[in-house]
């Protein structure tokens, strides 16, 4: 089982920026890639963005391409989403976790963008 702790969110206006950071717990953090995954009220839960093990390669929803970017430490069992140009349809609670797996979400950490 691996822990995740995400934080960094918060109340930002549209145009603005907030980076987020996901500790996770495990000594093989390094082997597997990771997601960001964000869950608006009343909306099921969707995909923003993956990289893989050692982040060479990146993948982002459609919706985010081009404003948000994902990357990682694998030194510090960290992984970032730099979320730039936020948009009030941006408002979610966003978690992280490991691709694939199967364990708990996180607490995830809540982004507010008013207009």
């Known amino acids: 089982q691996v822990q995740l702790v995400e934080s960094g969110g918060g109340l930002v206006q549209a145009g603005g920026s907030l980076r987020l950071s996901c500790a996770a717990s495990?000594?093989?953090?390094?082997?597997?890639?990771m997601g960001w995954f964000r869950q608006a009220p009343g909306k099921e839960r969707e995909f923003v963005a993956a990289?893989?093990?050692?982040?060479?390669?990146?993948y982002y929803a459609d919706s985010v391409k081009g404003r948000f970017t994902i990357s990682r430490d694998n030194a510090k069992n960290t992984v970032y989403v730099q979320m730039n140009s936020l948009k009030p349809e941006d408002t979610a609670v966003y978690y992280c976790r490991p691709i694939p797996y199967l364990g708990s979400w996180g607490q995830g950490t809540q982004v507010t963008v008013s207009p």
């Open positions: 495990g000594r093989t953090f390094s082997t597997y890639a």
């Open positions: 990289i893989s093990w050692n982040g060479g390669m990146t």
